[in-house]
């Protein structure tokens, strides 16, 4: 099972389960578009949507509450 992070890895934005723009691994749509050009930080490999988890799946397997965060900054706007 894809661990469900809860947040935006560049930003912190939260990104509960049922977030809609949420990509993996794991960003939100405006920091895939605006800072991470499409290319993941982590593995170098493109994005694709974060599936919904179903409520239902949710109870079996819950959404991880683990925050993770790029210490260092995930792209250029935020260096300047
Ligand atoms: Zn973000
Ligand atoms: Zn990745």
New binding site residues.
């Given amino acids: 099972m894809l661990e469900l992070r809860p947040n935006?890895?560049?930003?912190?934005?939260n990104l509960p389960p049922a977030a809609t723009d949420a990509l993996i691994c794991t960003?939100?749509a405006?920091?895939v578009e605006h800072?991470l050009k499409g290319v993941c930080p982590n593995c170098g490999g493109n994005f694709s949507a974060r599936p919904i988890r179903p409520a239902a799946k949710l109870e079996k397997y819950p959404a991880s509450t683990r925050r993770v965060l790029k210490a260092e900054g995930c792209g250029p706007r935020k260096a300047a």
Wanted: glycine share 0%.
């Fill in positions: 935006c890895e560049c930003c912190d934005k960003f939100c405006d920091c800072v």
